[in-house]
């Protein structure tokens, strides 16, 4: 079975572009989270959907987006980047509403410059 | 707010027991998540603990919770460089609060 799988692995991008980074999770998990983690610190939660509905939003800006699809597969968008932007954006997948755990994928490390 | 705490590094030689410890502040927190990432990997899980237990163990992995000091603790017996890595703990429930992490360093 293929774990949760996410797109591109890399991605370099100006300040002021928009970026696009895709997420298919295990299949039969109907949860996705998105977390942000910097250098040096703990991943930090930006967005949870459930069934297709937002379940949860961290303390992120409104630059950042993102929504589930009927595949429940996610994307999450970032527009108008900063230097501040540049982390390992990962994904999460769930069976429910993550009681049982998280699935982590490996990651998409964006930089911003 | 939420908030987990763990200490920056733990140095120990093969063969020895790992202790690493974290403590959180939420007391609504029902799960709570050991994982471990590797340099330029994801977070793999594992182990976790419902809040009402005091122990889980799974093989070489014993964790340990405080709930009134708001404590926990994940034991690696017979350490091997191969857990060399950083460990997070993390709280939830729903999203997950992680802390910033504990280095691992494995010496042969």
């Known amino acids: 079975d293929a774990g949760v799988t996410q797109s591109p692995t890399h991605l370099i991008k100006t300040r002021g572009q928009h970026v696009t980074l895709r997420c298919s999770p295990i299949?039969?998990?109907?949860?996705v989270s998105w977390y942000q983690q910097v250098l040096g610190q703990g991943p930090q939660f930006i967005f949870q959907?459930?069934?297709?509905?937002?379940?949860g939003r961290g303390n992120f800006p409104d630059r950042f987006s993102a929504r589930q699809f009927p595949n429940y597969s996610s994307e999450l968008n970032v527009n108008a980047l900063l230097l501040g932007d540049s982390a390992l954006y990962l994904c999460?997948?769930?069976?429910?509403?993550?009681?049982?755990?998280?699935?982590f994928g490996s990651g998409t490390r964006l930089t911003v410059v | 707010g939420e908030d987990v705490e763990q200490s920056l590094f733990l140095s120990v030689r093969e063969g020895d027991s790992s202790v690493i410890n974290c403590t959180y502040t939420?007391?609504?927190?029902?799960?709570l998540y050991w994982y471990k990432q590797e340099p330029g990997a994801g977070l793999q899980l594992l182990t976790y603990?419902?809040?009402?237990?005091d122990m889980k163990q799974d093989q070489r992995l014993t964790v340990l919770l405080n709930k009134k000091d708001k404590h926990l603790s994940l034991r690696i017996a017979d350490t091997q460089t191969g857990d060399s890595a950083i460990y997070f703990c993390?709280?939830?429930?729903?999203?997950?609060?992680f802390g910033s992490g504990t280095r691992l360093q494995v010496q042969p």
């Open positions: 939420d007391s609504s927190s029902t799960y």
């Open positions: 993390a709280e939830s429930p729903r999203r997950l609060t």
């Open positions: 603990i419902f809040s009402n237990m």
């Open positions: 299949s039969g998990h109907k949860s």
């Open positions: 959907y459930y069934e297709k509905e937002e379940r």
């Open positions: 999460a997948s769930s069976l429910d509403e993550g009681f049982d755990g998280y699935t």
